[in-house]
């Protein structure tokens, strides 16, 4: 985790070692709410996250890279979750290398909570022969089943015969491998218990 700094900084050698050496990113000249960023995830946080926390948070309107298979090759994509009165996601599909978030076509999906909004953007996807290599379309994946604040950007795993838990959750947004994906038909039928 390392600060965001706001503001027009003077660029000097110091200030590009500073941040070749990862102490903190620029945010940009406007100032926003979330003052810290996970350097790994990109997860963007309003107060520095306690070391016991769990699980990030998404954040709204911060687009978030994830993995895709696009006719069986592997790429990446960007998913921004727009709102969520009715939950909104944005998708598009990095073509050339660099994502450039304009002028990149999108795929909207809405639901009425993320894992069905989720759930939408992987059938849109599925048209173009692209698959999202993320937890929430695993096909064991369903919409958390643990009670509890903050469970929205969390997938239930089914467990068939064992009521659920947090050990059988993860982020819907997490990288899933390849063979574990399926459709939200293979989904619905599954928890089913079809």
Known sequence: MVPILYGYPTYNEELEQALQAGLFILGGCT?????????????????????????GKIIQ????????LRDGEPARAVVTVRRHEPWTLAFQIDEIGVIDYFDQPQIIAQGDDLFGALQQLCRAAARLKVLLLVNGARRDAYRCQVDGPDTEHLVSFRQPGRPASLADTGAIFDPADASLIGTPDEQDRIHAGR
């Open 31 to 55: 100032p926003c709410p979330e003052r810290w960023v996970c350097l790994a995830c990109h997860t963007r946080y309003r107060e520095l996250p306690e070391p016991c926390w769990r699980w």
């Open 61 to 68: 309107g911060v687009p978030m890279e994830i993995g895709i």
